[in-house]
């Protein structure tokens, strides 16, 4: 008896843990974009989204093939002459599920990544990215592209802002303001990689939002008239928790697609939601069961009856 009431409560616990074992790990999107039209023949990269759940380094891989990054931040004899700047910018609050949500944390870092997606003659969007604990994005990303460019980062600087928590840049910039300082000092034909981090600076505009902050900074590239290209990654803070799977993909390949499929289901929604139903229906049979018998078994019945006496 006691067993079955163990076994019945772990049943019960398993239940109402079942969403949170069950639910998808906490996602950031990331977006790529770029003024000039480059990187890989393979597919037209334009307004490309890639649905797939990346790791930080796998994104960081993705970035280079797909994206043409190879020829932008490898070794010298690879550098693409059509691009002088290659930025990370790092953000800490967007999640997947923020994208689609009515509520937005940042709208105006939402219209600016949507405007530059939309606008660049070559972007490129990941809305799934994978959060990873034990490093730090900017870390994560740097690494994957030295590693997978074979014989390490071509790039002649590798600046990076003091918010961000990052080892192997050989210069560090106080603030936003000093990208100026990087833009203007830049050598004709060499590449200049700089890594932003969303976060508080030792500058007095610690005010400003993430958007704003982004849209600074692309300001500032196009009044340089330097060639560039922006790599946007997010790693949100783990405050409220969204399965990755509840986030509407607004993301389309094309305006007209984007009208049609915001409000639908697609297929790894449609596998999910049946296996979900189906995992509950069998937890509910499976509690039913379990306690048809606990009240079978409490069931004291006489285990002799007595004959009935003849008058």
């Known amino acids: 008896m006691g067993k079955i009431r163990a076994v019945l409560l772990a049943a019960v616990f398993l239940a109402a843990e079942m969403p949170q074992l069950l639910g998808s790990p906490v996602t950031g999107p990331a ?36 994206g043409g990054w190879s020829n932008v931040v490898c070794t010298p004899e690879k550098l693409n002459d059509d691009m002088d700047v290659a930025v990370v910018f790092v953000g800490r609050k967007l999640q997947t599920s923020d994208i689609s949500s009515t509520k937005q944390p940042d709208p105006s870092l939402i219209d600016i990544l949507k405007l530059s997606f939309r606008t660049s003659n070559f972007s490129m969007a990941f809305p799934y990215v994978a959060i990873d604990e034990q490093e730090m994005l900017e ?35 106080e603030g936003l303001h000093s990208i100026h300082d990087i833009l203007a000092s830049r050598i004709s034909g060499k590449m200049d990689l700089i890594v932003l981090c969303s976060g508080d600076t030792k500058e007095s505009d610690r005010t400003q939002s993430e958007g704003e902050a982004l849209s600074n900074v692309v300001n500032m590239l196009k009044e340089s008239g330097a060639k560039y290209t922006i790599l946007y990654a997010s790693k949100p803070y783990r405050t409220t928790q969204y399965p990755a799977h509840s986030a509407v993909r607004f993301l389309a390949e094309s305006p007209q697609s984007q009208a049609s499929d915001n409000s639908t289901c697609d297929g790894v929604c449609q596998i999910k939601s049946s296996l979900l139903e189906g995992i509950f229906v069998a937890i509910v049979l499976l509690i039913i069961l379990i306690s048809g018998l606990c009240c079978m078994i409490g069931i004291d019945t006489p285990s002799r009856f007595e004959t009935p006496q003849e008058s």
């Open 139 to 173: 870390n994560s990303l740097v690494k994957g592209f030295a590693e997978n460019c074979g014989q390490g980062l071509g790039v002649n600087r590798i600046a990076y802002l003091d918010s961000c928590s990052f080892d192997g840049g050989n210069k560090k910039l």
């Open 31 to 66: 977006f790529l974009w770029s003024p000039q039209h480059f990187g890989s023949s393979h597919h037209d990269n334009k307004e490309f989204v890639d649905y797939r759940t990346f790791s930080p380094k796998d994104l960081a891989k993705s970035v280079l093939s797909e």
